[in-house]
């Protein structure tokens, strides 16, 4: 699940790094297209202003020349009037275009900012991601091993508490079987210094909750207190 979340985050700001990639591009084409049409309307304007210097120069020429001829004053001074007037024309739209260029860098320096401001923005939320996911795994690694050994040592204590209680049943049973054995033989002894009319009874056998047999010679446990004595606990 860890390694799913980290391939999302991935992918995540690889979308994320495709996305101002494209971001960019666009950015950049825009910028060319403004560029272009700025040095198209400054050839425009650079032909237009040779244009009008051309057909200014030529109506002053000819207005030079009329007014020479005729000797009107007044031409002179409405020519000149008009070369002032076409001059200013030509500064306000070079003052207008400087202005342009202005905004253009403007809203380029501002669109770079913030372009940049957003892949810090996105860098910084997948490293944190990447951190929390990283310290999670940890915790859970941690956390298993510990879990791990626990079961680890519980398992040991009960194979060596089993194992304590397999040899003390061994070591009860043979010393049960010790005593029967010594009960036996008594009671063969006596047996055989008894008269036939005085012979035993039977032994009196029984088996206990966890199956092991005994038989004890009736004339050595007949009663209650010996019977206590001989049977193992």
């Given at each position: ?58 109506e ?10 005729k ?29 342009q ?14 372009v ?23 915790e ?47 009671a ?6 008894l ?30 207190k010996?019977r ?6």
């Amino acid at each position: 699940m860890l390694s799913k979340l980290e391939k999302l985050l991935l992918q995540k700001e690889e979308d994320e790094k495709n996305k101002a990639e494209e971001e960019r591009k666009a950015a950049e084409n825009a910028k060319f297209d403004r560029l272009e049409k700025i040095l198209l309307s400054q050839q425009e304007a650079k032909i237009e202003k040779e244009k009008l210097k051309a057909k200014a120069a030529e109506e002053a020429k000819k207005a030079a020349a009329e007014a020479k001829k005729k000797g009107d004053e007044d031409k002179l001074v409405k020519l000149e009037k008009l070369i002032l007037a076409q001059k200013d024309e030509q500064l306000k739209r070079e003052a207008a275009l400087e202005a342009q260029r202005a905004a253009d860098k403007k809203e380029k320096d501002e669109e770079a900012a913030k372009v940049a401001a957003e892949k810090q923005a996105a860098a910084e939320k997948a490293k944190y991601m990447l951190d929390a996911a990283k310290a999670a795994r940890e915790e859970a690694e941690k956390k298993a091993a510990a879990e791990a050994e626990e079961i680890k040592k519980a398992h040991e204590k009960a194979a060596e508490e089993a194992k304590a209680a397999h040899e003390k049943a061994i070591a009860e049973a043979k010393a049960a079987a010790e005593e029967l054995e010594k009960a036996k033989k008594a009671a063969e002894e006596e047996a055989a210094r008894l008269k036939p009319s005085d012979a035993p009874k039977a032994p009196i056998k029984f088996k206990d909750a966890v199956g092991r047999k005994f038989s004890f010679p009736w004339n050595l446990c007949k009663t209650w207190k010996v019977r206590s004595c001989l049977t193992p606990h």
